[in-house]
Antibody, heavy 122, light 112 residues
Framework: QVTLRESGPALVKPTQTLTLTCTFSGFSLSTNGMCVSWIRQPPGKALEWLALIDWDADKYYSASLKTRLTISKDTSKNQVVLTLTNMDPVDTATYYC??????????????WGQGALVTVSS | DIVMTQSPDSLAVSLGERATINCKSSQSVLYSSNNKNHLAWYQQKPGQPPKLLIYWASTRASGVPARFSGSGSGTDFTLTISSLLAEDVAVYYCQQYYSTPFTFGPGTKVDI
């Protein structure tokens, strides 16, 4: 059974760095083809893909946020960590992690975490 | 980046009636090597994460009722709910996974 769970601070101040952890079970990020993405959703708005890390530790980022984002993994702990620097109130959102795979090409997001609401306010 | 658009923004459908949502990508998401459309549909209810409904444009995810169907190819896709139930009230998103950055449509809100 695949599960993912996001954890991190619910409130951050402007200019601070956000660190979120996705802890998953039911698969290994050392298995060929396995990938984990971060996706966010501002209140009442659409979904926005942020970053992906694959089984080989290759990383992909949203171009608009690339300079502020870092994604990493700890395979032994079954965790993926996302950091977002210089937080601003517009970064207030629910942050999701989701699993995808890469076979002959990219696959869909088949499992999602419940999400973590992060509010940016002084 | 591939831009995803959806129409309508919202629609109200009577119980038991058909709901149709359209999704368009700014470039083809049909991958020639596997002849598959890298297009998924998700359902999101308030306070919940998105739930995978359809992948490869027309394959229902495990446990998804048969009243949900997807169609289309290339750049134009449709999600159809054949007979709306009250539990289908939600926002529906299309998403391309042909290339990074993965992109989602703006969502279509379905109401009774």
């Amino acid at each position: 059974q695949v599960t993912l769970r996001e954890s991190g601070p619910a409130l951050v101040k402007p200019t601070q760095t956000l660190t979120l952890t996705c802890t998953f079970s039911g698969f290994s990020l050392s298995t060929n083809g396995m990938c984990v993405s971060w996706i966010r959703q501002p209140p009442g708005k659409a979904l926005e893909w942020l970053a992906l890390i694959d089984w080989d530790a290759d990383k992909y980022y949203s171009a608009s946020l690339k300079t502020r984002l870092t994604i990493s993994k700890d395979t032994s702990k079954n965790q993926v960590v996302l950091t977002l620097t210089n937080m601003d109130p517009v970064d207030t959102a629910t942050y999701y992690c989701a699993r995808t795979t890469y076979g002959d090409h990219w696959y869909h997001f088949d499992y999602w975490g419940q999400g973590a609401l992060v509010t940016v306010s002084s | 980046d591939i831009v995803m658009t959806q129409s309508p923004d919202s629609l109200a459908v009577s119980l038991g009636e058909r709901a149709t949502i359209n999704c368009k990508s700014s470039q083809s998401v049909l991958y020639s090597s596997n002849n598959k459309n890298h297009l998924a549909w998700y359902q999101q209810k308030p306070g919940q994460p998105p739930k995978l409904l359809i992948y490869w444009a027309s394959t229902r995810a495990s446990g998804v009722p048969a009243r949900f169907s997807g169609s289309g190819s290339g750049t134009d896709f449709t999600l159809t709910i054949s007979s709306l139930l009250a539990e289908d009230v939600a926002v529906y998103y299309c998403q391309q996974y042909y290339s990074t950055p993965f992109t989602f449509g703006p969502g279509t809100k379905v109401d009774i």
